[in-house]
């Protein structure tokens, strides 16, 4: 069974950091391509970063680039997401996503990814 487990959400204030986890288990974790999503309510989820099985690639929405940053470490099956200058646009749920590595994730669409965490709250306030 496949677990993919959110952590690190928090209230912070604007201009602070945060590091999100996702922890994923019950698949070959180095196989798996690794997301990062967002949600608001009343809106559509939408995509913030991404990184390939290989820590190769990575990628990242325009309202992110150059504040946030993807990473995996393999020994822990968890990959990251370093927050930094955080405004009041990024509190949202953050949810962490799996996909095969035979998809391509630069479409940055979230059909590619099949396994969803439960999600972790960030909250920044101004």
């Known amino acids: 069974q496949v677990h993919v487990v959110e952590s690190g959400g928090g209230l912070v204030q604007a201009g602070g950091s945060l590091r999100l986890s996702c922890a994923a288990s019950?698949?070959?974790?180095?196989?798996?391509?690794m997301g990062w999503f967002r949600q608001t309510p009343g809106k559509e989820r939408e995509f913030v970063a991404a990184i390939t099985w290989s820590g190769a690639s990575t990628y990242y929405a325009d309202s992110v680039k150059g504040r946030f940053t993807i990473s995996r470490e393999y020994a822990k099956n968890t990959v990251y997401l370093q927050m930094n200058s955080l405004n009041p646009e990024d509190s949202a749920v953050y949810y962490c996503?799996?996909?095969?590595?035979?998809?391509?994730?630069?479409?940055?669409?979230?059909?590619?990814?099949?396994?969803w965490g439960q999600g972790t709250q960030v909250t920044v306030s101004s």
């Open positions: 019950g698949r070959t974790f180095s196989s798996d391509h």
């Open positions: 996503a799996t996909a095969p590595a035979y998809r391509d994730i630069a479409t940055m669409l979230e059909d590619s990814y099949d396994y």
